[in-house]
Structure formats: structure tokens, C-alpha cells
Nanobody, 117 residues
């Protein structure tokens, strides 16, 4: 099973992007996973951006609250990250993750987001 992230790119500060992460090879169990987005900026550790539980409950990093929105469409085996009011500190490689206890811990290949000043 692979996670396929897309939607990254170069955007000016204040702009928006929408990231997508698909798991086409995952069966009905997709809906059971907590899905999340992480990012890694140059020289920094990977950090949680947002996640969404199987019941739809969401969690956001303080730095993105009010600007980013995570969502999921289980029927499409897809999650999204709508990113608005981007700033240069949002620059990094964004990774999607699927997790469920100790059973599932999958990572996508990452998609680059670059915000120019």
C-alpha cells in the first residue's frame, strides 16, 4: 500500500495551496486510520501539521490553526490539506501519514511546498 501526495508547488506569501494524499491500494480499512500531514523544513525535524481521526476529529499545530484545514473523503481513499495565508515559515516537504495503533504506520513520498516572500 502506498500513499501518494500531490499538490505542492511555489506560491507567494499570502497565497493558497491544496495538498492531496491518495491511498488507492488501501481497502475499506482506510476509514479506520488516523490520517495526517507532517512537514519538514530544511535543517529542522519533521513536525505534525494536522491530523484527522477516523471519527473526523481534527488536530492542528498551533502555527497553522485558522489557516489550514484537513479533511478526508473515505470513499476516495483521499485526504486533503487546504492551506491559506501561507507564509515563508510554511516552506518544507509535506508528508502524509496513515496510522492505526501499532498496526499501521505508512508514509507518502512527500511534496515540496515553497512560499516566497
Amino acid at each position: 500500500v502506498q500513499l501518494q501526495a500531490s499538490g505542492g508547488g511555489l506560491v507567494p506569501a499570502g497565497g493558497s495551496l491544496r495538498l492531496s494524499c491518495e491511498a488507492p491500494g488501501m481497502d475499506f480499512s482506510f476509514s479506520m486510520n488516523r490520517m495526517g500531514w507532517y512537514r519538514q523544513a530544511p535543517g529542522k525535524q519533521r513536525e505534525l501539521v494536522a491530523n484527522i481521526a477516523s471519527n473526523g476529529q481534527t488536530r492542528y499545530a498551533d502555527s497553522v490553526k485558522g489557516r489550514f484545514t484537513i479533511s478526508r473523503v473515505n470513499a476516495k481513499r483521499t485526504i486533503y490539506l487546504q492551506m491559506n495565508s501561507l507564509n515563508t515559515e510554511d516552506t518544507g516537504v509535506y508528508y502524509c501519514n496513515a496510522a492505526r495503533g501499532t498496526i499501521v504506520d505508512l508514509w507518502g513520498q512527500g511534496t515540496q511546498v515553497t512560499v516566497s516572500s
